[in-house]
């Protein structure tokens, strides 16, 4: 059973992703043939490494922007990969470990702004630095498929401190 509903959701998130390159194809379709996916991730890995020492010495609520830039940026890699045929080893490593230090950096960014009140986004960012971690175990021991148990993994650890997230928000906040 739980096979089943892991390929429907297999399903369903390769739909989402043809439709969203489906908004790309006019962008994709202007930028210069000699950019690649990877420097798209490359430039998103800079905005983070750039953005770091802002969260530590002066969070402030706009940094929020660089983190909805680099999301775009990520949505634009994925569609370009895809679109152009230029799916390599290195991207399907080095973009979802980007993806998960934007994550730490939200998540570290928030709670440096409430003043670490919401325990559970220390968690979150546990756990994304976790993820971090096994994809860059997987891309050094050259495991071309992401695993579908880390995947579910993660997918299962995220919904367990979300829930966990939204009654400590209900508790602290209400």
């Known amino acids: ?6 390929r429907q959701l297999r399903t369903i998130h390769l739909k989402l992703k043809l439709k969203k390159d489906q908004i790309f194809v006019p962008l994709v ?11 798209v991730t490359f430039l998103r890995f800079i905005f983070i490494l750039l953005w770091l020492p802002l969260i530590l010495f002066q969070p402030a609520i706009w940094q929020i922007a660089i983190f909805i830039v680099n999301s775009f940026l990520d949505l634009l890699d994925g569609a370009l990969a895809r679109l152009k045929d230029k799916i390599t080893y290195f991207g399907e490593k080095f973009d979802p470990f980007v993806d998960r230090l ?12 409430i003043n670490y009140q919401l325990k559970t986004l220390i968690l979150l960012i546990i756990a994304e630095s976790v993820f971090a971690l096994l994809i860059a175990i ?29 009654g400590e928000v209900g508790y602290k906040f209400i």
């Open 102 to 113: 934007n994550q730490i950096l939200l998540y570290l960014l928030i709670s440096k702004l």
């Open 138 to 166: 997987e891309y050094f021991f050259k495991q071309r498929k992401m695993p579908h148990w880390r995947k579910t993994f993660q997918f299962c650890v995220r919904i367990v401190l979300w829930i966990v997230l939204a």
């Open 1 to 6: 059973m739980f096979i089943k509903i892991e």
């Open 29 to 39: 379709n202007i930028l210069p043939s000699k950019i690649t996916p990877s420097q």
